[in-house]
């Protein structure tokens, strides 16, 4: 008898990045149900690639809770729901800006996983993968000559920085699980206003790369299209 097909959630999937990886990972044979706050907008994107629909704001106790006692099973888990702020310099940035960005970016994963947690340590094969940035990693942020020295937008960058240490120390917490921080790279989609310069299927690629690893794969990294990038 054929294995059953893995479960998939994926946050802030009624768009964009989100919306592509659940287009391809049902592709792949996974059973996804798409996480949206907006009911409309999700059901219409869960019947546009034959998944299903739950109510999920990851940054609501209540809402969190609540899918989590809809999913009920789970194999795989893509915090993928984040919000970028606007382009906040330095000199501009507040601590109400900081607090708004991390209640998604951050505070939401830790919400997510708290209540998805004892679902996926029933799965025999428990991924999460934790959709970051590289502006979010401190070595490339320090090089004076890396690709993110004009990009000096700390309120983003790091939410992300943070998103890594937590795929760090979760890994770390749950050996059998492959948890692990991606970096879509820059790609075109509404979140940017369309600035990126990659499609959003080149965006998914790794997302569904590390969202289909095996129980040997890795975990507690930090990967790209091209393979592991620098923290």
């Known amino acids: 008898m054929p294995d ?13 990045l989100g919306f592509e990886v659940s287009r391809q990972l049902v592709a792949a044979g996974h059973r996804v149900w798409i996480g949206a706050r907006d009911e409309a907008r999700g059901l ?40 970028s702020g606007g382009r906040i310099r330095p000199g501009e940035a507040t601590a109400e800006q900081m607090r708004t960005v991390y209640e998604t970016n ?8 708290r209540a998805f947690i004892p679902l996926l340590e029933q799965s025999a094969a428990p991924v999460v993968v934790n959709v970051s940035s590289g502006v979010g ?3 490339l942020a320090a090089d004076p000559d890396g690709p993110w ?6 309120v983003y960058a790091s939410s992300k920085a943070a998103l890594n240490m937590l795929t760090i120390r979760y890994a770390a917490a749950f050996p059998r699980m492959r948890i692990n921080s991606v970096d879509p790279g820059y790609t075109a989609t509404d ?17 569904v790369r590390y969202a289909l690893i095996a129980a040997d794969g890795p975990t507690g990294g930090f990967f790209d299209r091209t393979g592991p990038e620098p923290w």
Request: avoid cysteine; hydrophobic fraction near 45%; glycine fraction near 10%.
């Open 191 to 207: 979140f940017n206003e369309h600035r990126g310069t990659q499609t959003v299927e080149e965006g998914a690629e790794a997302i």
């Open 106 to 113: 951050v505070f939401g994963p830790v919400r997510v996983l």
């Open 44 to 83: 219409q994107a869960a019947d546009a690639i034959g998944a299903r629909f739950v109510q999920l704001d990851v940054t609501d106790d209540a809402s969190v809770t609540a899918a989590a006692g809809t999913v009920r099973e789970l194999d795989v888990l893509v915090n993928s729901a984040g919000i």
């Open 149 to 154: 020295r004009e990009s000096n937008f700390p």
């Open 137 to 139: 990693s401190l070595n």
């Open 4 to 16: 059953a097909a893995p479960t998939t959630l994926i946050t802030g999937a009624n768009r964009g």
